[in-house]
């Protein structure tokens, strides 16, 4: 009968704190408290709950308003002058392709210097945006002046590739 008790008090059941009609087969190991499978994030340090990972991840995303605004523009008016720059000449479609990435992770490079490397939750997004909001820009300004849709490729791709380059370096740094 005792070691029944015991074992019946090994195997308490938890339920999940969020989720009171579930069981709670994880602990978040910060905090300490039961949490359903749904519930659990699962991190390179082990299982948390969704407010761990939330206060860990603001501290980590340092940068203001401000600072998301100034890499946006700084996104938006460098990969504007190169889009524009690649509008004038005419690129071949190859050295879009070759030159593409590393203008873009130029532009990257500059916008994360500017706001001291800082780091904002939709920074990448964001950036990537005006990066590819930028380099169309030669296609918008057609586009708005005349009312004609001019398929520059050139331009196209440039803007693609760069807005992933962007994204890329953003998400890669370390
Ligand atoms: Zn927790
Ligand atoms: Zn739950």
Same mark, same amino acid.
């Given at each position: 009968m005792a070691s029944q008790a015991q074992t019946s008090e090994h195997e308490e059941i938890h339920y999940c704190e969020v989720h009171p009609e579930r069981e709670a087969t994880l602990r978040c190991n910060r905090c300490e408290r039961y949490m359903c499978v749904q519930c659990a994030v699962q991190t390179p340090v082990g299982y948390r709950c969704r407010q761990c990972v939330r206060s860990q991840e603001d501290k980590y995303f340092?940068? @203001?308003?401000?600072?998301?605004? =100034?890499? /946006?523009? +700084?996104? %938006?008016? &460098? @990969?504007?002058?190169?889009?524009? =720059?690649? /509008?004038? +000449?005419? %690129?071949? &479609?190859?050295?879009?392709?070759?030159?593409?990435?590393?203008?873009?992770? %130029?532009?990257?490079?500059?916008?994360?210097r500017a706001v001291q490397r800082r780091r904002g939750r939709y920074?990448?997004?964001?950036?990537?945006?005006?990066?590819?909001?930028?380099?169309?820009?030669?296609?918008?300004?057609?586009?708005?002046?005349?009312?004609?849709?001019v398929p520059r490729l050139d331009v196209i791709l440039f803007a693609g590739i760069a807005a992933f380059a962007v994204y890329g370096r953003m998400a890669m740094r370390g």
């Open positions: 340092n940068a @203001s308003d401000s600072d998301l605004l =100034i890499t /946006g523009a +700084i996104c %938006l008016v &460098l @990969s504007g002058i190169a889009g524009w =720059i690649i /509008g004038q +000449i005419g %690129l071949w &479609l190859l050295f879009v392709i070759i030159l593409g990435a590393p203008v873009g992770g %130029l532009i990257a490079e500059v916008a994360l920074m990448k997004q964001v950036s990537a945006a005006a990066t590819a909001i930028g380099a169309l820009f030669p296609v918008l300004y057609i586009f708005l002046q005349a009312g004609v849709f």
